[in-house]
């Protein structure tokens, strides 16, 4: 399970553009957010079609909800859940950021965490609770893998990472803010 862009895999940002010829062979998805959507894969392999997915579980929900119970006990400890951080300047290769960290992803990449409102509300409590923010937690990424979470308004963390990936914690979901238009 991973968190994917539509946009990034069809030009169009409409759910027919994943649409081979057959629905056998079409990438199989979850929908999560304008834009966003679950994909499964094999490993770090391409997304699974709805054929492949038929052949592993009787139903795509069957296997999202599978894969986040899988996910969701990664980070269990005897006394909550645990995530590997570090300071996010060390990727960034910038001072003076706002509080925040750069989260590992127990063997998957981080934002794997985000493709599903178990496991995401699982990682944004713990952020609550560790960053006890002043500004509601800003989810960034580069490069749909890797994971940053800050405690500053939007616009300062596009200011720091451009045209990456910003979202927030919406009831499960992550909610993707675009960057203004300028014009």
């Known amino acids: ?23 056998s062979a079409s990438t199989a998805f979850i929908n999560l957010a304008p834009r966003l959507v679950c994909v499964f894969t094999v490993d770090d392999g391409p997304a699974l079609t709805h054929q492949q ?15 986040a119970d899988r996910l969701a006990k990664r980070a269990l400890v005897d006394t909550g859940v645990e995530f590997l951080v570090r300071n996010p300047a060390a990727a960034l290769e910038q ?42 937690l800003v989810y960034a990424t580069r490069d749909d893998q890797e994971l940053f979470i800050f405690d500053a308004p939007l616009h300062h963390v596009r200011d720091i990472l451009g045209r990456g990936a910003l979202m927030t914690y919406s009831v499960g979901f992550p909610l993707m803010h675009d960057p203004p238009v300028s014009g």
């Open 1 to 23: 399970m991973r968190l994917a862009r539509r946009d990034d895999v069809a030009p169009s940002s409409s759910s027919r553009s994943w649409l081979t010829p057959g629905f």
């Open 53 to 67: 997915i038929g052949e592993l579980t009787p139903s795509m929900n069957q296997l999202w909800n599978g894969a």
């Open 95 to 136: 001072t003076g950021l706002p509080p925040g960290l750069e989260v590992g992803g127990h063997g998957v990449p981080p934002t794997a965490w985000l493709a599903h409102p178990k496991t995401f509300t699982v990682m944004h409590r713990h952020f609550q609770t560790v960053l006890d923010p002043h500004h509601e």
